[in-house]
């Protein structure tokens, strides 16, 4: 993410999709969840590049600079969120009360 503050919708589309993944991971191990919404967030970054770049010829010549982004990215949103769920530990991770 950027250093912008997302908006109120970002959230609520974050949220939607966090949602689903959890419900799935009661009937699937979280590992191979996780590996469904990474290749899902691939798919659609690869749609992304397609439906704005227009074609084919394009979409190569964009390739590697939006290779570069989306890892770039990634790795950004992932050291974030890393850093966020080892400060919070303790409270992210307590059982939750059935």
Do not use: H
Not at 74 to 79: A, I, N, P, T
Not at 83 to 94: A, C, G, L, P, S
Request: with cysteine.
């Amino acid at each position: 993410m950027s250093d912008n503050i997302p908006d109120p919708a970002f959230w609520e589309r974050l949220n939607a999709v966090i949602n689903v993944v959890n419900e799935q991971c009661s009937a699937a191990a979280p590992n191979e969840v996780g590996s469904s919404t990474m290749y899902a967030a691939a798919r659609f970054n690869a749609f992304i590049l397609a439906k704005t770049t227009g074609s084919a010829e394009n979409m190569k010549l964009e390739r590697e600079r939006a290779l570069a982004y989306f890892t770039g990215q990634f790795r950004l949103m992932l050291e974030s969120n890393l850093d966020d769920f080892t400060e919070n530990f303790v409270d992210y991770m307590k059982p939750t009360p059935k």
